[in-house]
């Protein structure tokens, strides 16, 4: 079974351009989550999806920041305009919904896009 | 709201011996616990959690993890340390119930290095 997959893997921009991270959950994955490292610091949550729609988006930094889900499939995170302060390690995760509530479910990880804004 | 704290941001251990990697967290009522670990160019990787019942957690890689409640803490452990251990290592947190477990609380993660 794939895991979480994310593309690309790697990214370098100049200041003021536009990046646009995919991230294919587990097939099967109604939760789908946002997550951000930037250098030297805490994995921050950014996102969460309920299939198509936002659950939570309280993380998010700002306004050039859109992420969507359409179809309740793969997601797409946007930066625009990009600055200098939004290079880090941006993570995508999945996780089942269970009936009957929160149960601990497992959230899996992709392998991160590496985002570096010049 | 809460928080993890790793007080380590590295643990230096040689190859063979045990080694600990120390997290306490705070959180509103009882707690979902997890590690992950995260090798050198990689993505986060499962490797435990803690629910509920047993306060002693194994998981992936010969690692465990004993839950205390008292203490408000999720130590992560392993009896012989590998050279291929050497990793980052982080500790996340949710609260239980009200269907908030999605979102992670992280420390600031704990760089093993396990020594030839």
Redesign the interface.
């Known amino acids: 079974e794939a895991g979480?997959t994310?593309f690309p893997s790697h990214s370098v921009i100049e200041k003021g351009q536009t990046v646009t991270l995919r991230c294919d959950p587990i097939s099967g994955h109604d939760?789908l989550?946002w997550?951000r490292r930037v250098m030297g610091?805490?994995?921050?949550?950014l996102l969460?999806f309920v299939k198509e729609s936002k659950?939570?988006e309280s993380g998010m930094p700002n306004n050039r920041f859109l992420a969507e889900r359409t179809g309740g499939t793969y997601s797409t995170l946007k930066v625009q305009p990009a600055e200098l302060e939004d290079s880090g390690v941006y993570?995508c995760?999945s996780?089942q919904v269970r009936r009957g509530?929160?149960?601990?479910?497992?959230?899996?990880?992709?392998?991160?896009s590496w985002l570096t804004v010049v | 709201a809460q928080s993890v704290a790793q007080p380590e941001d590295q643990v230096n251990v040689a190859e063979g011996n045990p080694l600990t990697v120390k997290c306490t967290y705070s959180v509103s009522g009882n707690p979902?616990l997890?590690w992950?670990v995260q090798y050198p160019n990689?993505?986060?990787?499962?490797l435990l959690?803690y629910?509920?019942g047993d306060n002693l957690v194994k998981g992936s890689y010969g690692f465990e993890a004993e839950f205390n409640k008292s203490q408000t803490s999720f130590h992560l452990k392993k009896p012989s340390a590998l050279v291929s251990d050497s990793a980052l290592y982080?500790c996340?947190v949710t609260p239980?119930?009200?269907?908030?477990?999605?979102?992670?609380?992280?420390?600031?993660?704990t760089l093993l290095t396990v020594n030839p």
């Open positions: 979480v994310q939760n989550y997550y610091k805490e994995i921050k949550f969460h659950q939570d993570f995760a996780s509530g929160s149960s601990g479910n497992t959230i899996y990880f992709g392998e991160g | 979902y997890f992950y990689r993505g986060l990787q499962f959690k629910i509920t982080f996340a239980k119930g009200g269907g908030s477990n999605y979102k992670l609380t992280f420390g600031k993660g």
